[in-house]
């Protein structure tokens, strides 16, 4: 997953050097007065863990790369306000010092490894979502580079997940945890002008439902996500 994550960032770098040549060098023939911002967009985010039991801090790598299209749909004759739906994909890796782990009778655990020496703690996720955006932008016909300020709400649906723990002697790979609540959603916002865009991504519903660390306290597992996003007309 390590090695997915840093061809992901190659290729959103890419992305953006193509996108700065293609701006400067090709220009609309003729204005369009019912233009819509269509958008591919592309991101990468530093993942913050948030509401973690008492102990548990992010540990390693902990990062996300995102994917997928808008479907831009003005709501004012000057089409700078507008509704956007579309489709995307977000991979995202969280490294921190909380195992995920099963007893011998398949019941997970939940436990926080102060004092334990391992070589890596991850939770991976692949989800498949559906985002809306309330945008503003102030774009016209002929101006494509122009301020954004996008927020929107994103429900998904996680259908690949794994956590991994590796020590000497002891390998663990859980993909089969009854607590995970598949079902994403989270509210965002990106904002910036032309080509960067900032963007920050909130969990609204926790990552796992009814689990109890071995200590007795409630995961309430969430994540923000900051970093930046890159749309491409």
Known sequence: MQKVFKLCVTIFLGFVSFNGIAQDTIQ???????????????????????????????????????????????????????????????????????????????????????????????????????PIELRWRSSTPTNYKFWRVYAGFRVGYAYWYKATFKQSGNNISQTKIPEFDRLRMAATLSLGYNTFNFFASYSINPFFKDAITTDGEKVDFRTLKVGLMFYIL
């Open 28 to 130: 609309p023939a003729v204005a369009d007065s019912l233009y819509r911002e269509d958008q591919f967009y592309v991101g990468v985010t530093y993942n913050v863990l948030l509401n973690l039991p008492s102990g548990a801090s992010i540990r390693g790598l902990s990062g996300g790369f995102q994917f997928g299209f808008l479907r831009d749909m003005p709501i004012n004759e000057k089409r700078t306000i507008a509704v956007a739906l579309g489709g995307g994909i977000s991979i995202d890796q969280f490294g921190q010092n909380l195992l995920i782990g099963e007893t011998p009778n398949g019941e997970t655990i939940f436990r926080v490894l102060n004092n334990v020496e391992y070589t890596r703690n991850r939770f991976n996720t692949a989800v498949v979502e559906a």
